[in-house]
């Protein structure tokens, strides 16, 4: 069974910046979808954005220009940067690796936006 371990979330305050990381047990480089979600408290799982094979990403658009994910081939993780962070980005983030016949997600990293 494959297997995501997410890490980088933490506490930051308003205007700072964050990467998460996603590595997985299974090379990305098969992965029909990447992509990253979130879900604040009281709210439903949201999606944040998506990060083809090839062409551009594409993100929601409450993170469009803030938020930039990315694939490293070699290490078998997915990223996504955070800058000017605000305290509605607050949430447990979550990646996602999708495979012909395979679906994955990481466990959670928690974000917390606050002064």
């Known amino acids: 069974q494959v297997q995501l371990v997410e890490s980088g979330g933490g506490l930051v305050q308003p205007g700072g910046s964050l990467r998460l990381s996603c590595a997985t047990s299974?090379?990305?480089?098969?992965?029909?979808?990447v992509a990253w979600y979130r879900q604040a408290p009281g709210k439903q799982r949201e999606w944040v954005a998506s990060?083809?094979?090839?062409?551009?990403?594409n993100y929601a658009d409450s993170v469009k220009g803030r938020f930039t994910g990315s694939r490293d081939y070699a290490k078998n993780t997915v990223y996504l940067q955070m800058n000017n962070l605000k305290p509605e980005d607050t949430a447990v983030y979550y990646c996602?690796?999708?495979?012909?016949?395979?679906?994955?997600w990481g466990q959670g990293t928690q974000v917390t936006v606050s002064s």
């Open positions: 299974k090379s990305i480089f098969s992965a029909n979808v």
């Open positions: 996602n690796v999708r495979w012909s016949g395979e679906n994955a």
């Open positions: 990060i083809p094979r090839i062409g551009s990403a």
